[in-house]
């Protein structure tokens, strides 16, 4: 077995790793790199694009940060599940990230530029769909990808997840490429948070737990996961409840929000704190089950991990799907907006994003505009990031630094 690295050594390893997996397709270059988007919208000249009312927003809202939740009833729905970057700011901001997100992945699809034109038109209807009054709300069809992914997650017990997670289904984290051992300071500092009552009250509010239950760290370790973990705080903790049962803790720092925020925006200064408000406004199944708390000097959040709970992982879209999963995707974010607004401001919003749109031409001239821009630029670093990163491997196989 190759020797694992120490906590002083993930740093590179997970640079090394984040550069190799953006370089694996464009897709992966724009999920990996909000940076650049951020960058962009800071440079748009003012009402380039609609300016909603204020609200929390995802911020980074891709593909990959929607996905099947559970929540502490037992209900199970898609939404957002990624809140890193979430601020009070303009809702176009989501919509026109997560135009960005669904062209690219029509492009890795090698889907025809008309599809694409017909998903950003489809998109927009989706979203619009989300702020029709409860009488008059249309049940939008799950496109196939969206079924497939409820329908795993409405079958995962316990023991897939254990079986995903950890390879077996004993209690312990197998180290190796996903889990790194961590040092006596970490493992004192995860006991100590495990022990608190805010701890015990997130552990225990499913139901079906008691009150009493005495929480045991069976085990932990820093967790490699995605994009977002470079040099972060980010632990796995697989905590005993006795009797048997087990559940998984993730532990993740909240870093300063890098996404655009209305500048008068009243938010909580502790990282955390924004992170957690961001998920209880918009995702509520996730947001319930979500604490924000201080470990290592640094503001961390921390959720319980339900079998649930999935990336929606859409490899590759098809001609038939694409539009109705741009509709009903956009219409779970529309879900997430829309509950933070009354009723007349919900429309004013949507006749702003419609005000430059009719039957001669479907698509506003500002998203489409966003996208064609955001592609291009997106496209030119891709191909950058890839040299760059084939100069990188060929120096380190001659040796060289």
Sequence with gaps: MATLPTPKQRRQLLLDRREAKMARSPHAYVRGNTAQY?????????????????????????????????????????????????????????????????????????????????????????????????????????????????????????????????????????????????????????????????????????????????????DAAYWVKGCSSLGLLRYAVLLGLGDGEYCLIDIKEAVQATSVHYPDASMPRDNAKRVVAGARHLSPALGERTLPQRFLGKGIFVRELLPQDLKLEIDELSVDDAASTASYLAYVVGCAHARQMDWSTGMHWIKQLQMDRDAADPIPGWLWHSVLQLIASHESSYLEHCRQYALRLARSERGLT
């Design 38 to 218: 951020y960058e962009w919208l800071q440079a748009q000249p003012g009402h380039s694009l609609p300016e909603g009312p204020p609200i929390w927003i995802c911020g980074d809202c891709h593909l990959g940060n929607l996905g099947p939740l559970a929540g502490l009833d037992g209900s199970l729905e898609m939404q957002i599940r990624d809140f890193d970057q979430s601020v009070i700011g303009n809702p176009a901001h989501d919509l026109v990230r997560l135009a960005l997100s669904l062209a690219t992945a029509a492009r890795g699809s090698s889907l025809p530029g008309v599809v694409t034109a017909r998903m950003l038109q489809h998109m927009l209807d989706g979203y619009a769909f989300a702020f029709l009054p409860g009488e008059l709300q249309l049940v939008l069809p799950r496109p196939a990808v969206v079924k497939s992914a409820m329908r795993g997650a409405e079958q995962r017990s316990w023991k897939e997840l254990a079986t995903e997670r950890f390879l077996e289904t004993r209690p312990i984290i197998p180290m190796g490429r996903n889990f790194w051992p961590i040092s006596k300071e970490e493992k004192k500092a995860i006991a100590d948070l495990c022990d608190t009552s805010d701890m015990r009250s997130l552990v225990t509010r499913l139901k079906s737990r008691s009150k009493k239950a005495k929480l045991e760290v069976i």
